[in-house]
């Protein structure tokens, strides 16, 4: 804690204020669960009163979901160079099936914390990682299965209830019927329902036990559906103080989990200084480092050093893996003929390495020995769907159909050691064939979670695959996929800067709500019906706040009209000040309240003797003059 | 054509390059039909050849749908003063229906023409309008139901068709099996097909005889899924030159007609160097300009003025009219308990009309006199949804759907007349509710073409409501509706500037393409192929030249490799140049060519024999390590 901090260190402790300034309209707080230590992030809204011509009545605030940490908390202290509050370290500790170790048990973890040169870049408040007992398993799935509730587990329930109990039998009445294709989604999220979840594989809680700094978040199709942002470098961009900026970044505008993709030589460091300072699940494809270990060379890759990866990036605390062990030999000369052949980096590299050696995936013959990994940690799996579509052309053909199989295959496997799983999903897909990449995933990996790159619905908008993947993302999320990797606009052109990461999340934010909805997740609907309120009332901040960017909202209208005057006119820029459908529609129920039409609430609910009767009701409105 | 031109209209002729530079790496083409005067425009994409790594093939030209007009032709003189060529003015002519018109008939159009004040901001060079002779009927549906092909028919034949005939067998076999939900979608479009639709109305072709200067366009299920785009100024800002140049912005990215929405004391001016300079279908909402005669007082409109109103823009060439005659006493008091109430500005003028007055819509007790306007210039009918839910919560609600089926009585009427018509449609739906609309219109409105505004698939992401809506416009699109209204970035916010109009356009042309992919259009997917083909294959101009907006794919690319040398440089930003998946693809191929895997093309196409086969050679590759 006290060692000199060199330049870069000091450098990443400089967050800045363009990715930690509070959230307009909103503050922070914290739900209590049945322990002190348990205390719930979110965000409240708070809403102004309507406006005496409107009814002049109390909006109550609004409570959402809310990724960012305490970053967006005035009153946290931020310290990158300490990281974040181990609020788990309590929890893990207790169970007492762990031990802090005395040195890494990887080489390449040994010899990066001997290497002197590094200091400069490294994090430099590291504890001692842990690991399962000989023999134990930490999985939440292991614990579930054993009727256990974690506190992770109580943690995410009161996070997926968003405090809506209290007004949650209102908000149903007005919210639509879902359709939801089977899944079951309760009115309100227990703990008890989170364990029978993770039980059974329908969802998964990614909380390494190294990781002890994040705010647990569920992963399941019975939950809300969650989102995925990368960052990384490249070898072309980009150092450690970026990277966790953009981490900040990420979350601040809704990520749930953030996957690090970063290469390049100070790999290793900059995953360190992430995690440590990650409130959320952090994931990577450790084939990207172990590629680098052998210089690139795909064919010199091997499972000791791959196991050693996974055991380095385990103790640093990654929550979830991509592992491309489906990627089988049969299945590679199925992509000869595609137009796009295999675009997953993951896929190819470990096509290659089976071509090159006439051989089985060696993450495949060695999968029992990587749970044995997963299970002393609490990873989870992310089976990478390596031989994904990369255009509309190959979509749901034999490479993609015969791997997502072995994907099934492996998730039982999985679920014999107790291991948390869910499935990697394409892509680019047109809309008449989604559907039946969720069916099969259902019924393939027996309803683990599917966790999808879009998909794309078209190939022919590079600048704009943040829409042309929003528009998949928000068809295969209503079906039945958990988790939404996002797509920015620079995909398939470059790597995204900081414009297009708030654009791509953005958009999946969009997806994933414009899922919720349709599935009817109890109580979604309750934040749109209080921002068209607003919308409706003119009051323009709250619209603003209860919007998903409140200062991209705000900055839009101030375009047009500038002047906080009008943030209280009740006109819109687009009507002018002399006419206004909103006013009008005031008109209206003026009229409606003036005639006794009252009644017709009942309408609203479908009543069918209320309706006749408002029937008779405005025949006479309309033939009295 | 000689008369001086004053200032604003010298202004006018000077269009910014900005809107008429051509679009990279394509060339306009005309494409002949059976008489000399039929010339199709369309915009060829010339392609480079395969890297000779790949294949060291040629690749086709790429042609694909042009809206743009002559404004991207390098060849074209461009003399807004003047106009554009009247090229259906010979068409209109020889059918011997119609006469040149001695004087205006709208009194409103005879004042402004003999204003001097005018002069400064008239278009200059104004030809008399025509009209029906007395009796005569002169829509495209009224001929077609006589068996007559005009030659617009044909003009839409051809430009639906995009040079595919020659490519389409080949294209077929590229190409995913479609879901059309009842559509029936030839593989070639005939003249006689595109009379067909139209004569039972379930296509239209908006062509106002006093509009000759556009380039005939349909829309229709069965045909390409359209977009509009709206432009226009308010009280806030804009002016005529300004307005212009928006209509030549937006059909340069894709509108497929333009709505122009314009108030304040120019507009009659405005709407007539709009009209005289565009090669799209240009629709209004008359009402709008009719409330201004009233100085914005609904209840004073009538249906004399109305009348007036219709005439005169039908004498300027308008080629169709959103009309809010389903907006009926008795629908209005359901609205009163809506959380938004009336949005449409139509709607709520009417609304306020018919409670002011407490008697029925005077433009549905008038529908039939309309249908004798409509009938004598050709102009279509949109009739307009004025009670479309403005929020989730008011979604296919009974004043929304009340109003559909007056639409669906009002479609018959029309049709009696022979009148064209078309359906406008939500508004907000979350998507489990946007099939229940497309499935309604088509069975209350006998399949006549449906025109959706989005729909928003949540409220709650003000700033993105282009992609909120995109979303719900690539189902609608897909269940049947046959142009799509743009949305833009400012919907609910403020007036959308020209980077929001490109950003709106380029998220329905995504929007509306996914529906074409998804319903399986024939042909739909040639661009995604040929785009794709070019991506694998580094060819990135060509990748760049086939994408919706060559201009941003470019400008996203060059800021992470800005050199020239980088376009043909065989790796991506993305992997950089060690590691490449596109390239360990090719490996891949190199090996199933040299291990005898040509054999399975047959794979590809789902010829189980050959698979077996196939799947033999797979085990010995395999098994032979």
Same mark, same amino acid.
């Given at each position: 804690?006290? /060692?000199?901090?060199?330049?870069?260190?000091?450098?990443?402790?400089?967050l800045?204020?363009?990715v930690?300034?509070?959230?307009?309209?909103?503050?922070k707080?914290?739900v209590p669960g049945?322990?002190?230590?348990?205390q719930?992030?979110m965000? %409240?809204i708070v809403?102004?009163?309507?406006?005496?011509?409107?009814?002049?009545?109390?909006?109550?605030p609004?409570?959402?979901?809310?990724?960012?940490?305490?970053y967006t908390?005035?009153?946290?202290?931020?310290?990158?160079?300490?990281?974040l509050?181990?609020?788990?370290?309590?929890?893990?500790a207790e169970?007492?099936?762990?031990e802090?170790?005395?040195?890494?048990?990887?080489?390449?973890?040994?010899?990066?914390a001997?290497?002197?040169?590094?200091? /400069?870049?490294?994090?430099?408040?590291?504890?001692?990682?842990?690991?399962?007992?000989?023999g134990?398993?930490?999985?939440?799935?292991?614990?579930?299965?054993?009727g256990i509730?974690?506190?992770?587990m109580?943690?995410?329930a009161?996070?997926?209830?968003?405090?809506?109990e209290?007004?949650?039998? !209102?908000?149903?009445?007005?919210?639509h019927?879902?359709?939801a294709f089977?899944?079951?989604?309760?009115?309100? #999220?227990?703990?008890a329902?989170?364990r029978?979840?993770?039980?059974r594989?329908?969802?998964?809680?990614?909380?390494?036990?190294?990781?002890?700094? +994040?705010?647990?978040?569920?992963?399941?199709?019975?939950?809300?559906t969650k989102?995925? /942002?990368n960052?990384?470098?490249?070898?072309?961009s980009?150092?450690?103080?970026?990277?966790?900026?953009k $981490?900040v970044?990420?979350?601040?505008?809704?990520?749930?989990?953030?996957?690090?993709?970063?290469?390049?030589?100070?790999?290793?460091?900059?995953r360190?200084w992430?995690?440590?300072?990650?409130?959320?699940?952090?994931?990577?494809?450790p084939?990207y480092?172990? $590629?680098?270990?052998?210089?690139?060379? !795909?064919?010199?890759?091997?499972?000791? #050093?791959?196991?050693?990866?996974?055991?380095?990036?385990?103790?640093?605390?990654?929550?979830?893996?991509?592992?491309?062990?489906?990627?089988? $030999?049969?299945?590679?000369?199925?992509?000869?003929?595609?137009?796009?052949?295999?675009?997953?980096?993951?896929?190819?590299?470990?096509?290659?390495?089976? $071509?090159?050696?006439?051989? %089985?995936n060696?993450l495949?013959?060695?999968?029992?020995?990587?749970?044995e990994i997963?299970?002393?940690?609490?990873?989870?799996?992310?089976?990478?769907?390596?031989?994904?579509?990369?255009?509309?052309?190959?979509?749901?053909?034999a490479?993609?159909?015969?791997?997502l199989?072995?994907?099934g295959?492996l998730?039982?496997?999985?679920?014999?050691?107790?291991?948390?799983?869910?499935?990697?999903?394409?892509?680019?897909?047109?809309?008449?064939l989604?559907?039946?990449?969720?069916?099969?995933?259902?019924?393939?990996?027996?309803e683990?979670?599917?966790?999808?790159?879009?998909?794309?619905?078209?190939?022919?908008a590079p600048g704009?695959?943040?829409?042309?993947?929003?528009?998949?993302?928000?068809?295969?999320?209503?079906?039945?996929?958990?988790?939404?990797?996002?797509?920015?606009?620079k995909?398939?052109?470059?790597?995204?800067?900081r414009?297009?990461?708030?654009?791509?999340?953005?958009?999946y934010?969009?997806? !994933?709500?414009?899922?919720?909805l349709?599935?009817?997740?109890?109580g979604?609907?309750v934040?749109?019906?209080a921002?068209?309120?607003?919308?409706? %009332?003119?009051?323009?901040?709250?619209?603003?706040h209860?919007?998903?960017?409140?200062?991209k909202?705000?900055e839009?209208?101030?375009?047009?009209?500038p002047k906080?005057?009008?943030?209280?006119?009740?006109?819109? +820029?687009?009507?002018?000040?002399?006419?206004?459908?909103m006013?009008?529609?005031?008109?209206?129920?003026?009229?409606?309240?003036?005639?006794?039409?009252g009644?017709?609430?009942?309408?609203?609910d479908g009543?069918?003797?209320?309706s006749?009767?408002?029937?008779?009701?405005? /025949?006479?409105?309309?033939?009295? !003059?």
């Open positions: 804690m006290n /060692a000199p901090h060199p330049t870069l260190q000091q450098q990443a402790q400089q800045s204020t363009s930690t300034r509070p959230i307009p309209g909103s503050r707080i914290h049945s322990r002190s230590d348990v719930v992030p965000r %409240e809403l102004t009163r309507t406006p005496t011509l409107f009814g002049g009545e109390e909006n109550a609004v409570t959402v979901y809310d990724t960012s940490g305490p908390d005035p009153q946290a202290a931020i310290d990158l160079a300490a990281g509050p181990a609020l788990r370290a309590g929890w893990v169970r007492g099936d762990t802090p170790l005395a040195r890494l048990s990887s080489a390449f973890g040994r010899s990066r001997l290497d002197a040169r590094l200091d /400069a870049v490294r994090f430099p408040s590291r504890t001692q990682p842990r690991r399962a007992l000989a134990a398993n930490v999985t939440q799935m292991h614990y579930a299965r054993r509730i974690t506190p992770e109580e943690f995410v009161i996070r997926e209830n968003q405090r809506l209290a007004v949650r039998e !209102a908000a149903l009445l007005r919210q019927p879902g359709e089977g899944a079951s989604i309760p009115a309100l #999220i227990t703990p329902f989170v029978d979840e993770i039980a594989g329908r969802a998964v809680l990614p909380n390494n036990i190294n990781h002890p700094e +994040s705010e647990p978040m569920i992963i399941g199709r019975n939950f809300l989102i995925n /942002a960052i990384g470098n490249s070898a072309v980009s150092g450690i103080a970026e990277e966790v900026e $981490l970044w990420a979350i601040r505008w809704g990520g749930d989990t953030v996957m690090d993709l970063s290469t390049g030589k100070h790999i290793h460091e900059t360190e992430i995690i440590r300072n990650s409130p959320v699940a952090i994931g990577t494809v084939i480092q172990a $590629l680098e270990k052998v210089d690139g060379r !795909a064919e010199d890759l091997s499972w000791p #050093i791959f196991r050693d990866t996974l055991i380095e990036q385990a103790e640093q605390g990654v929550d979830y893996f991509t592992i491309h062990a489906g990627v089988l $030999l049969r299945y590679v000369p199925l992509t000869a003929r595609r137009v796009t052949g295999i675009v997953s980096r993951g896929g190819s590299i470990m096509a290659k390495w089976c $071509l090159a050696h006439h051989k %089985e060696f495949y013959t060695h999968f029992e020995d990587i749970c997963m299970k002393a940690y609490d990873v989870t799996f992310s089976l990478g769907d390596g031989l994904r579509p990369g255009c509309i052309a190959d979509a749901n053909d490479a993609q159909f015969g791997e199989e072995t994907l295959e998730t039982k496997v999985a679920w014999k050691h107790d291991v948390q799983t869910m499935i990697e999903g394409p892509g680019h897909v047109p809309m008449q989604i559907k039946e990449n969720m069916d099969k995933q259902l019924r393939e990996c027996g683990a979670p599917f966790y999808t790159l879009g998909p794309l619905t078209t190939d022919i704009y695959d943040h829409i042309t993947s929003a528009i998949g993302a928000a068809m295969i999320g209503w079906y039945g996929t958990a988790m939404l990797c996002y797509v920015t606009p995909e398939h052109l470059g790597l995204p800067n414009q297009d990461v708030r654009d791509g999340i953005m958009a934010r969009i997806a !994933a709500h414009a899922a919720d349709a599935k009817g997740h109890p979604a609907q934040r749109d019906n921002l068209s309120k607003a919308r409706f %009332e003119f009051r323009w901040e709250d619209q603003f209860l919007g998903l960017d409140p200062e909202a705000k839009f209208h101030d375009e047009t009209l906080d005057a009008h943030k209280l006119a009740h006109f819109c +820029s687009m009507c002018g000040p002399h006419f206004c459908s006013k009008i529609t005031q008109d209206v129920r003026d009229y409606a309240a003036e005639h006794g039409l009644e017709q609430d009942a309408l609203q009543m069918a003797g209320k006749a009767e408002f029937r008779a009701l405005g /025949a006479d409105v309309y033939r009295q !003059a």
